[in-house]
């Protein structure tokens, strides 16, 4: 367990549709990142929150949105979902600053499948 | 901005042998982070070592090893006697650090193939 909670795990939907991501961070990761990884991809960064506010933009489709709320949990909302935004969908975290211990902590992924 | 580059898609090596992947980045901070993540078959992201620019002894966790050359703006990730659980892709990625949360980038990554 990395210590950052994604939910839901697997989402199948339609076409059309809206639905939304939910992570947790790691105790004490002030920055939440979002990532989405289509098959046989790389990363691509969608957006970074530190402390509520929104720190910097990927390319994240105007269709998606995000916020991180005061107890540091994170959304990711996907709307008018088409077929190629079927992907896995990554939350990240990390403390902030020249800490020793930084690093990049992933969740387990959110697998969405749009049919 | 800071990119990184990866420019070995595919790899592949005997179960046993080493193997070597490459990363490049490019950027004018002076103080940063590297690190090198593994994505297995089950696409969870592991970290598999870090390095701080400032520190010039080279990382090291067990099998893998770096080469960290700051001039040359290099940092290959070395792993001995591969293991078929080694199969993954390998990403590379840069941090830059910063009081208001600290910034990542990727490389697009390097498919590595461990051979029985």
């Known amino acids: 367990d990395s210590g950052v909670t994604q939910t839901p795990k697997h989402l199948i939907t339609a076409t059309g549709q809206r639905v939304t991501l939910r992570c947790s961070p790691r105790?004490?990761?002030?920055?939440v990142y979002w990532y989405q990884q289509s098959l046989d991809q790389g990363l691509q960064f969608l957006i970074q929150?530190?402390?509520?506010?929104?720190?910097a933009k990927g390319n994240i489709l105007e269709r998606f949105s995000a916020q991180q709320f005061p107890d540091l949990h994170s959304e990711l909302n996907l709307s008018s979902l088409e077929l190629g935004d079927s992907a896995l969908y990554f939350c990240?975290?990390?403390?902030?600053?020249?800490?020793?211990?930084?690093?990049?902590?992933f969740g387990a992924g959110s697998r969405l499948t749009v049919l | 901005a800071q990119t990184v580059t990866q420019s070995q898609p595919e790899m592949s090596v005997q179960e046993a042998e080493t193997v070597t992947l490459s990363c490049t980045y490019d950027?004018?901070?002076?103080?940063?982070?590297l690190f090198w993540y593994k994505q297995p078959p089950s696409r969870q992201m592991i970290l598999v070592i870090r390095?701080?620019?400032?520190?010039?002894q080279n990382a090291t966790e067990n099998r893998f090893s770096v080469n960290f050359q700051k001039a040359a703006k290099s940092f290959s990730l070395k792993i001995s006697d591969s293991q078929l659980g080694d199969t993954a892709m390998y990403f590379c990625?840069?941090?830059?650090?910063?009081?208001?949360?600290?910034?990542?980038?990727f490389g697009t990554g390097t498919s590595l193939t461990v051979i029985p």
């Open positions: 990240a975290s990390s403390v902030v600053g020249t800490s020793g211990a930084n690093v990049l902590t």
């Open positions: 105790s004490g990761d002030l920055s």
């Open positions: 929150y530190y402390n509520g506010e929104e720190r």
């Open positions: 950027t004018s901070e002076n103080n940063y982070y």
């Open positions: 390095q701080e620019a400032y520190k010039q």
């Open positions: 990625a840069f941090m830059k650090l910063s009081n208001t949360g600290n910034q990542f980038y």
